[in-house]
């Protein structure tokens, strides 16, 4: 087997695996977020596995509220704000 055929082999067994994971223990950690993305005055994070989203605290630097794969479920009005605010006022 040449060296490009081992590691691609390795990466679909451990796709394999993670998916697996996922599946037996019921979901992604989240633990690979990505960099904020900033829209309409607000951040949130993207998990770089399956995707989902969380708003992003730019003042605590730290993500809050719910996950969810729509961010307009995550930004609707007041939903969003509310959440900051009580995020803030434990914090």
């Known amino acids: 087997m040449l060296a ?4 691609k082999w390795r990466t679909n067994l ?18 690979k977020m990505g960099w904020p993305i900033w829209l309409g005055g607000s951040s949130y994070r993207v998990c770089l596995d399956c995707g989902i989203q969380r708003l992003f605290d ?27 605010d009580h995020h803030r006022q434990v914090a």
């Open 14 to 31: 451990r796709n394999i695996f993670k998916a697996a994971r996922m599946f037996v223990f019921g979901g992604c950690r989240h633990r």
């Open 58 to 84: 730019e003042d605590t630097l730290r993500g809050y509220g719910p996950y969810s794969y729509h961010i307009n479920e995550l930004l609707s009005g007041e939903g969003a704000k509310r959440t900051l």
């Open 4 to 7: 490009y055929e081992k590691s």
